[in-house]
């Protein structure tokens, strides 16, 4: 397996503009995880998905945010409109049930 | 209220010698601890976990003490290596999510 997939690996957009982030979970993992590191905060889970319904959606910081995950293979993140306090990277993680999680790349943001 | 503490934002440590990278908890629910390694540009990577049955586990260079009383767990690494050198985060299910710690930034020097 190719482990968690997140694409694009760099986003640089400028303040204002939508930005929508993608994540491939590992075949057969039915929890998937959005999670955001800064470097004050550390990595705070944003969002996630059991059988691709969302359980808890505590951690969005506001409106502004919103996730999908339309099927078991793909998930997005969308920032719209992104303000550059959104500048971090960007994990999408998943597991199975009672597993540890399995972190993709991540995706670097920068909005100026 | 972090649940999950690092409070040592980095260490510094010769190479072969030993690496102690600590964690604080304060949520006493906790019952299964993780540790994750993270080097630049890459996720985090799952390193070692210890139950909170047990007060240590050990998978080669790397052994997690865990104090139940004391609500500490620390990650030795020994000999330490310069491939060690990452972020280390401690992290706790809440659930189905993990609670992680802000991490440690390891370098080990040559």
């Known amino acids: 397996d190719a482990g968690v997939i997140q694409s694009p690996r760099h986003e640089v957009t400028e303040m204002g503009q939508e930005v929508t982030l993608r994540c491939k979970p590992i075949s057969g993992h039915d929890y998937l995880f959005w999670y955001r590191q800064t470097m004050m905060r550390g990595l705070e889970l944003l969002i996630y998905?059991?059988?691709?319904?969302?359980?808890?959606d505590s951690g969005m910081p506001e409106d502004r945010f919103s996730a999908k995950m339309p099927n078991a293979s793909f998930s997005t993140l969308k920032i719209q409109p992104s303000e550059p306090r959104d500048s971090a990277v960007y994990f999408c993680?998943?597991?199975?049930?009672?597993?540890?999680?399995?972190f993709g790349p991540g995706t670097r943001l920068t909005v100026l | 209220d972090q649940q999950v503490k690092q409070n040592s934002p980095s260490l510094s440590v010769q190479e072969g010698r030993i690496s102690i990278l600590n964690c604080d908890y304060t949520?006493?629910?906790?019952?299964?601890f993780l540790w994750y390694k993270k080097y630049p540009a890459e996720g985090p990577t799952f390193l070692i976990s210890i139950s909170s049955i047990k007060d240590k586990n050990e998978d080669g260079r790397f052994t997690v003490f865990l104090n139940k009383s004391a609500k500490h767990l620390s990650l030795h690494i020994v000999p330490s290596q310069p491939g060690d050198s990452a972020v280390y985060f401690c992290a706790a299910p809440l659930g189905q999510n993990f609670v992680f710690g802000p991490g440690t930034r390891l370098s080990v020097l040559p």
């Open positions: 993680a998943s597991s199975s049930s009672s597993d540890t999680q399995y």
């Open positions: 949520n006493s629910m906790f019952d299964y």
């Open positions: 998905f059991n059988n691709n319904v969302p359980i808890d």
